[in-house]
């Protein structure tokens, strides 16, 4: 057989080469991947950009750190990614090769991206049963609702919830730890190709925290290629990233190894602020 | 079903019901074979309606129907068996549970499972059977019927005691407690006023009852007014749930007449309406708490949508010392729907340490959907406790768009928010109710 491939960009030729190698062994799960190319993000309301052009691309299940102080944009393009209405995108966001950004944001959950929200809102008078009940037979093509509610259970145990918070208003009245670990154990539920962290470690108990790590790490297990946005490299202790990027002022100003952790743990952000300076930064 | 021999070609049957003449009254009742003290009710009613001014929102929907529709309604209600009893399996009810009684007639279904029930009851005491039926045959009906819903208590319920037929009478005698529900299902089968239904409970000390009404028709109307009415009496350590289920097809005005009198001591009321599907609904169900310590409440969930206009004035008075009670509103208004809301509470002299407590909650959907609150707590009786909370909210995006990071489309999330609204009160519901609640919102919010 002869392949003629017409080379537009550099993209779309790695696109093609992984999908026929998928057509060749149907058998090999075709790698999962989310590509941003100059992504930029502003706030639609004001017109303020707030991420400046960034290009990523997350090509095999792993542990993507993002880092970055206050304000950096790390959660702004994290929604932006997910379609939150506030952010205007410009730039092209893949996954598995086809562009979302024209997809609502329940389009792209349901095709494997999601994102574990700062904030999860509470739905009153609606159970946490309920809700994992319905994820897990919709993501998990589970049909039986007992048998979703044994995995809900288990999920919840694996970030150390009593089973009794299945019973409870989902997010009403939690504390914040609950919120994070539930929100979590949630997203989880989802089986997710693509997972989005934001924070999960902020405000969980240092015990906790190795709860939290386990959940991530089953993520990767079973096959997500995980976004984990965090301030803590204490969480870092559990987990071994793929590749640590460093965002600064809506910039990616540096990727690479662990090594990046450290040397924000002992010099702070003072030299991502140079790299940012010299990339355009006002 | 027979008919009642009325004859539908007399002269003057063409005219609007809200011009019967004393005449047609004497005869409406003589027809039906009633005693002279429900004669009397009627009349009392009719000299209350020549007596007090016209209400567009009353007289006007019944203006639109004569005498000739409202008879021939009675006469044949052009709804077979099998119609009835689909209609009411659409209200949740299952076939075997089924005991119609409707316009006036029972129809009689022959069904093992209710005659059993209907037997057991029976050898307890218990009484229930049609209204036309009871007054007729129990001295008892007289000394509590149209004392609840006395004809000169507002025009309302003049009209429903003048022109009623039909309706459930239910009797349990001292402690006599059913633990399931009992059901009845009101149809409107054809045009016109379709139902003056009356609906007699009374509960001697003791006794515990749950009534389930549901209210629907089989096809769509092109017009019908639904005057239906309840009254109840509860005794000392009784108990008394009522629910009401309401959705309507076609153009119906749907504008019951309910009270409950709570007389004994230590005893509790409830009265609850699920409303989704009418063209008006004008509702002001009212329990009065007579009974030492005795608890009432009086709530309702709705959800209303394209153009429904909704009036709800549901009126609480506590008279005894520490009567308490609640009067809780859920709503939700969807499209151009309009809602008002005016509940009351009262607490009467002399009901030391009565507390009440009054919550109106709405959910607004869309942009054109209007509702208004008007809470009132009006305390004659210094040491009385009343309070009230309202909130009016809607569902923010961020909520929407979290729902969505799990996959949740707009409107599932939607709908999940909304039966998550009115959980605080369907959870509270028997099982078949509670089903019944969430089959209608996912119709209502998912079209299936
Ligand atoms: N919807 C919005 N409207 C206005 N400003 C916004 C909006 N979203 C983000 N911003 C602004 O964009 C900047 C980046 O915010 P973002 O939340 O992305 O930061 P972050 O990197 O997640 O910070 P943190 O570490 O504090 O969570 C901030 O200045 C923030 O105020
Ligand atoms: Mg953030």
New interface residues.
């Given amino acids: 057989m002869i392949l003629v491939l017409i080379v537009v960009d550099e993209e779309v030729f790695i696109n093609m080469c992984l999908h026929y190698l998928a057509s060749l062994a149907p058998q090999v799960r075709c790698v999962d991947l989310l590509e941003l190319y100059d992504v930029k993000v502003s706030v639609k309301e004001t017109g303020r950009r707030i991420v400046h052009g960034v290009t990523a691309r997350l090509t095999k299940p792993g542990i993507y750190i993002v880092m970055g102080p206050n304000g950096a944009g790390k959660s702004s393009l994290a929604n932006a990614v997910?379609?939150?209405?506030a952010y205007r995108v410009e730039g092209r966001i893949l996954l598995d090769g086809q562009d979302i950004t024209g997809l609502?944001?329940?389009e792209r959950?349901?095709r494997g991206l999601?994102?574990a929200?700062q904030?999860?809102?509470e739905?009153?008078?609606?159970r946490v049963s309920?809700?994992f009940a319905?994820?897990i037979k919709?993501?998990r093509g589970v049909e039986s609702t007992a048998e979703a509610l044994g995995l809900a259970r288990e999920l919840l145990e694996t970030l150390g919830l009593p089973a009794s918070m299945l019973n409870r208003?989902y997010m009403v009245g939690m504390s914040g730890g609950e919120r994070k670990k539930l929100e979590l154990a949630?997203v989880l539920a989802?089986k997710p190709k693509v997972a989005l962290l934001d924070e999960p470690d902020s405000g969980v108990d240092v015990e906790s925290l190795r709860l939290v790590a386990n959940a991530v790490g089953r993520l990767v297990d079973e096959g997500s290629i995980v976004v984990l946005i965090t301030h803590q490299p204490r969480l870092l202790h559990y987990l071994e990233p793929s590749e640590v990027y460093v965002m600064y002022n809506g910039r990616v100003v540096a990727v690479g190894g662990y090594e990046l952790v450290e040397r924000i743990e002992n010099e702070g952000y003072g030299w991502a602020a140079q790299l940012a300076r010299s990339a355009g930064a006002p | 079903m027979a008919g009642r021999g009325l004859s539908v070609k007399e002269a003057g049957m063409d005219k609007p019901l809200t011009d019967l003449s004393r005449d047609d009254i004497v005869e409406f009742s003589r027809k039906r074979g009633e005693p002279e003290w429900v004669m009397r009710r009627r009349l009392e009613a009719y000299e209350y309606l020549k007596s007090s001014p016209r209400e567009p929102l009353i007289d006007g929907l019944l203006e639109k129907v004569t005498y000739r529709v409202f008879i021939e309604g009675l006469e044949n209600p052009i709804l077979s068996v099998s119609e009835a009893v689909e209609a009411a399996r659409r209200l949740g009810v299952r076939p075997e549970e089924i005991e119609i009684i409707y316009s006036g007639f029972s129809v009689d279904i022959d069904n093992v499972m209710v005659k059993t029930t209907l037997k057991y009851l029976k050898s307890r005491g218990v009484v229930f059977t049609s209204m036309d039926d009871a007054v007729k045959r129990y001295p008892l009906v007289k000394d509590y019927a149209f004392r609840g819903l006395n004809p000169t208590l507002n025009r309302k319920t003049a009209y429903h005691v003048m022109l009623w037929s039909g309706g459930p009478f239910i009797y349990l005698p001292r402690g006599v407690r059913l633990p399931q529900p009992l059901q009845g299902v009101f149809i409107i089968g054809r045009e016109g006023l379709g139902q003056t239904e009356h609906t007699l409970i009374v509960l001697e000390n003791g006794a515990e009852l749950h009534w389930i009404e549901g209210c629907t028709t089989p096809i769509a109307l092109r017009y019908a007014v639904h005057l239906g009415g309840l009254e109840a009496f509860v005794m000392s350590g009784a108990k008394l749930y009522v629910t009401s289920i309401n959705n309507w097809l076609g153009e119906v005005h749907h504008m019951p007449v309910k009270r409950v009198i709570v007389r004994g001591k230590q005893a509790y009321a409830e009265l609850t309406s699920v409303a989704f599907r009418s063209t008006t609904s004008n509702t002001a169900p009212r329990i009065d708490v007579y009974g030492e310590g005795s608890k009432a409440t009086i709530q309702n969930i709705g959800l209303y949508q394209g153009e429904q206009r909704v009036r709800g004035s549901p009126l609480l008075t506590l008279h005894a010392p520490r009567a308490s009670g609640q009067v809780l509103n859920r709503t939700v208004v969807k499209d151009e729907a309009f809602e008002e809301f005016y509940g009351r509470i009262r607490a009467v002299k002399g009901a030391v340490g009565a507390v009440g407590y009054m919550s109106c909650n709405t959910l607004m959907l869309g942009e054109r959907a209007r509702s208004i609150t008007v809470p009132a707590v009006e305390s004659e009786e210094k040491n009385a406790e009343l309070s009230h909370e309202a909130s009016v909210g809607r569902i923010?995006?961020?909520?929407l768009?979290?729902?969505?990071?799990?996959?949740?489309?707009?409107e599932e999330a939607t709908w999940?928010?909304v039966?998550?609204?009115?959980?605080?009160v369907v959870h509270k519901l028997p099982l078949d109710v509670q089903v019944e609640v969430r089959k209608i919102v996912e119709l209502a919010l998912l079209g299936h």
């Fill in positions: 997910m379609g939150h209405e609502s944001t329940a959950a349901l999601t994102l929200s904030n999860p809102e739905i009153e008078g609606v309920e809700v319905r994820i919709r993501f208003e949630r989802q | 923010s995006y961020n909520k768009y979290y729902m969505a990071l799990m996959g949740f489309s707009e999940m928010v039966n998550g609204f009115f959980n605080p």
